[in-house]
């Protein structure tokens, strides 16, 4: 069993508290990421679960056991880094190899371990390569590779696909998805890279200055985020977050707790001339600029209540200065001062002029 547990864990060095009071389970099996902005603690707390940093506080439990004073050498992780760390003098064999000797493991069975995960990975027409005849991709899999034939509990991995192009980025990451579900083992894997986390994971952990956000599966997070910080993180474009003061002309009025509105880019209809729209907050505005993606196109458009992204799906428009931005009532959300998420708010419609607000649903 390799159920990653942190309880009430803190790290500082010196008077810099880097990771606060955190709590967070990472259950047997899964594909758990960690993701936030440099700086967040992520790569901090990944190194505190492989031993290579001592917590101040708390405890760090791995199955059963209490490894938190545990040499890394005895947590049965394997770790892969960003910079992959080959020997660049030994061919692919021995990278991989290296490990095992070691650990006096019989040159029969490395051989065997070897050939069985130069299959999986797709290296075994490169074994004989040293690391300068490989491309970014090939020496990525010789990293895994050398973390695989430990047969660990759980395997790390820090920002491992950072030195990547973009186009050998998507393909590593279908890779490793396929990696986890043929081995089952527990992956833990840090990125400050979004996509990266809603792509792979199946369970999200967003820290921001060494505090939890939200831990939550992909679409969960995207479509129910807790907090302003976890909206305006997840998703590209991400939501869009408005103060409520900006929307006084057009939105009935809300509770007095409600700061903020959001909404998501893709909720929003971009309406040319002028045009009345019920169950809407309408706003005439601007298009500044046109990011046409293909099956997508993405604005970014101004008006009284500040600049705004909106993604459509449809024919691209010109910019123009002639256009509406409808968003239905239903697609909104809402936030206090202390930016924390407030759910089950919809509007009174049967009051036109000054509706009062009504708790009964909401996004």
């Not at 955190?22 to 902005?37: K, M, R």
């Not at 051989?111 to 090939?138: A, R």
């Not at 899999?141 to 034939?149: E, F, G, K, P, Q």
């Not at 930016?339 to 036109?352: L, S, Y």
């Amino acid at each position: 069993m390799a159920e990653i547990r942190l309880v009430n864990i803190v790290k500082k060095f010196d008077e810099d508290t880097v990771v606060n009071n955190l709590n967070l389970t990472i259950e047997d099996g899964s594909f758990t990421v960690i993701v936030g902005p440099s700086g967040c603690g992520k790569s901090t707390t990944l190194r505190m679960i492989a031993g290579l940093e001592t917590p101040t506080s708390g405890e760090i439990w791995i199955g059963d056991e209490c490894v938190t004073n545990m040499e890394p050498g005895k947590r049965n992780i394997a770790m892969v880094f960003q910079n992959y760390a080959l020997y660049p003098t030994m061919t692919v064999r021995k990278n991989i190899e290296f490990g095992l000797v070691n650990k006096k493991v019989q040159k029969a069975e490395r051989d065997s371990l070897i050939q069985e995960i130069s299959d999986i990975v797709g290296l075994t027409d490169h074994l004989d390569k040293k690391p300068h005849q490989l491309s970014g991709g090939q020496r990525q899999r010789v990293a895994l590779a050398r973390a695989m034939v430990k047969k660990p509990k759980v395997f790390i991995l820090d920002e491992p696909l950072s030195n990547l192009d973009a186009k050998l980025r998507g393909q590593m990451r279908r890779e490793l998805i396929q990696l986890h579900k043929r081995l089952g083992t527990t992956f833990v894997y840090v990125t400050h890279d979004q996509v990266e986390a809603m792509s792979m994971g199946d369970q999200i952990i967003l820290l921001d200055k060494g505090v939890t956000q939200q831990m939550d599966s992909p679409m969960n997070m995207y479509h129910d985020p807790n907090n302003v910080f976890t909206a305006e993180f997840i998703g590209t474009p991400p939501m869009n977050i408005l103060e409520r003061g900006h929307l006084n002309a057009v939105l009935p009025t809300l509770f007095e707790d409600v700061k903020y509105v959001g909404f998501k880019p893709e909720h929003a209809e971009i309406i040319a001339g002028s045009e009345e729209r019920q169950d809407h907050v309408v706003l005439k505005s601007e298009i500044l600029t046109t990011e046409t993606l293909g099956a997508e196109t993405i604005y970014t458009v101004s008006n009284a209540a500040g600049m705004m992204n909106v993604k459509r799906f449809d024919t691209p428009i010109e910019e123009t200065n002639d256009v509406q931005i409808a968003i239905p009532y239903e697609k909104l959300y809402f936030f206090d001062g202390q930016e924390e998420r407030i759910r089950f708010i919809e509007i009174d419609r049967t009051a036109p002029q000054q509706p009062k607000p009504v708790l009964v649903g909401g996004v």
